[in-house]
């Protein structure tokens, strides 16, 4: 065996020895799963003082169909269950709200934006699938309400509540547990 088929075999030998040593878990970037976190106050003293401030909280998160999710959000005083649309957005999925509760936060029913001769899956060359939902569906202003971090495994949403006409803000921030 000639000196330069030695050392290709020597090569192939140590590539192969460092490929089979790998000992890293694959990463879970599915934001399915249980988040564990707590629920923060902002904006009304009555309220805050009926939560003190920040309680534990967990927030159940189940993909119910393409790009739909179910969050049932719960603790000691709250337990609530929606339903949200995610979309892609570069190291992130932004979530927005569906169906009726769209309708009411945005004024017009979701996928209106499309009637304007857009056509679903004519996302252009780098646009996100964010980018995409906020060109179609939104107008510049619009409020949106959490995402998730998959990297970091971490979900985050906002509430409003309402207490007589004053509305606030109840904050969940959680990491996966499972």
């Not at 401030?53 to 790009?67: E, M």
């Not at 409020?143 to 998959?150: A, R």
Request: net charge negative; aromatic share 10%; with cysteine.
């Amino acid at each position: 065996m000639n000196t330069k088929a030695k050392l290709f075999l020597v090569v192939a030998v140590i590539i192969g020895l460092a490929a089979c040593n790998k000992t890293e878990e694959p990463i879970d970037n599915s934001i399915e799963g249980t988040y564990v976190g707590t629920l923060t106050v902002n904006g009304l003293k009555s309220a805050s003082e009926t939560m003190q401030g920040s309680t534990s909280a967990t927030a159940d998160v189940t993909k119910t169909g393409d790009g739909q999710i179910e969050v049932h959000c719960y603790n000691d005083d709250i337990d609530t269950t929606f339903m949200l649309n995610y979309f892609d957005n570069h190291d992130s999925i932004m979530v927005c709200l569906n169906g009726d509760d769209f309708e009411h936060m945005y004024g017009h029913m979701y996928g209106q934006g499309h009637m304007g001769g857009g056509m679903m899956g004519d996302i252009t060359n780098g646009e996100t699938e964010w980018q995409h939902h906020m060109d179609d569906e939104h107008k510049d202003g619009d409020e949106h309400f959490g995402g998730f971090d998959p990297m970091n495994h971490t979900f985050g949403y906002r509430f409003r509540m309402f207490e007589g006409d004053t509305s606030y803000m109840l904050n969940f921030q959680g990491s996966k547990s499972n």
